[in-house]
């Protein structure tokens, strides 16, 4: 196999995309992590000399805000293109995040907390696999769709050329529609 040189614009490329990748993987990472802001608070006694309005304490008010931040960063990681593992980190930190509420509720039995937490997120990655397989055997389908409507678009101009148009006037048609045929083709 005879392999060709690298130019050094595509290293350009594949480092600029690289880069944007990490990026993007540290932005949805640090969306999980920003969620227990309010346990580092407890853990190194953070106290302010503020009193809340509408909010207990000052581990209430950041678990809010950063409860709202988080899925901010997810969104504005997007464009960067993060890496499909990166995601684990939130998914595992909502979930958890889910069962405290439950076991708060008394709707789950806390002996199984762990278990129902790692069941609930390997079924999302196994659920997150399989419509990236999904949507990719979609866009397959749909790209040999296209390439059919196209041909057919022109076997169909060919047609009316060859069976509708008089001799002398078939370069004209073709002059006339080439612009039209290429629209449709461009629209698929």
Known sequence: MKRGRTRPEDLVATVN????????????ILSGVILYADYL??????TIDYEFKYYSSLETAVWLLSNTISPLLIVLAIP???????YVLPVTAFTIQGMFILNDEMLADKSYFWLYTIILVVALSVSLFFLKRLAGMINRRVAK????IQQLVGYIAIHIRDNYVAEEDRTKYLQDNLETFDDINNKL
């Open 17 to 28: 995309v690289n880069a944007s990748s990490i990026i993007g993987s540290l932005l949805v």
């Open 41 to 46: 608070i407890s853990l190194f006694g953070i």
């Open 80 to 86: 960067f293109k993060p890496r499909t593992w990166s």
């Open 145 to 148: 769709l296209t390439a059919v």
